[in-house]
């Protein structure tokens, strides 16, 4: 059974720094793409940034590009962002999420799995 | 890179046919057969229903139908259901290699 599971999230104060992860189990996990999605509460879905299987391709929504970093480690089945100046508006769930497509060059950015999610808040 | 444009809401009877657009441009919607829907309960984490405008997943209901004119995509769910009351977010690959969501659709089933 696929599972993704997130963690650390929690409250942090403007212009400080989290790290998220997300243990991953159930699959294959480096032939697959990986992303993170998140949720502001009570606002629709926006994608973060996804991962290559071997970690040498990366991509980013422009509101976190140059704060946020994703990363991961195929040895432990991990993946990882993280976040650093953050601001009041990435105040969300973060939800760590597997690409479809099995060993794909380009990423399918359709997501069949997605963990619970974390909720991260940033506030003084 | 904008939001798709989703109807804040829509409804239907049970039994009744029901269709959400989502409308891009063509450096999304428009310019790749990449559309995805997800369909997402209170509280709980969004799920794949369709992908690549018009595949179902495994598992997903034939009820569920997908397709795509210009820059618009659409969600087609025929023989509505109470249990198909929730919110459904469209999703679109873009020229800039990344992902954009609609602004999320609540379904209400009268």
């Known amino acids: 059974e696929v599972q993704l599971v997130e963690s650390g999230g929690g409250l942090v104060q403007p212009g400080g720094s989290l790290r998220l992860s997300c243990a991953a189990s159930?699959?294959?996990?480096?032939?697959?793409?990986m992303n993170w999605v998140r949720q502001a509460p009570g606002k629709g879905l926006e994608w973060v940034a996804n991962?290559?299987?071997?970690?040498?391709?990366?991509y980013y929504v422009d509101s976190v590009k140059g704060r946020f970093t994703i990363s991961r480690d195929n040895a432990n089945n991990s993946l990882y962002l993280q976040m650093n100046s953050l601001r009041a508006e990435d105040t969300a769930v973060y939800y760590c999420a597997k690409d479809l497509d099995y060993d794909n060059v380009w990423g399918s950015y359709n997501f069949d799995y997605w963990g619970q999610g974390t909720l991260v808040t940033i506030s003084s | 890179q904008s939001a798709l444009t989703q109807p804040a809401s829509v409804s239907g009877s049970p039994g009744q046919s029901i269709t959400i657009s989502c409308t891009g441009t063509?450096?999304?919607?428009?310019?790749?057969?990449?559309v995805s829907w997800y369909q997402q309960h209170p509280g709980k984490a969004p799920k794949l229903f369709i992908y690549?405008?018009?595949n179902r997943p495994s598992g997903v209901s034939i009820r569920f139908s997908g397709s795509k004119s210009g820059n618009t995509a659409s969600l087609t769910i025929s023989g509505l259901q109470a249990e198909d009351e929730a919110d459904y977010y469209c999703?679109?690959?873009?020229?800039?290699?990344?992902?954009?969501f609609g602004g999320g659709t609540k379904l209400t089933v009268l």
């Open positions: 159930g699959f294959t996990f480096s032939n697959y793409w």
């Open positions: 999703s679109s690959y873009t020229s800039s290699s990344t992902l954009v």
């Open positions: 991962i290559k299987q071997d970690g040498s391709e990366k």
């Open positions: 063509s450096s999304d919607v428009g310019g790749y057969d990449y």
């Open positions: 690549e405008v018009s």
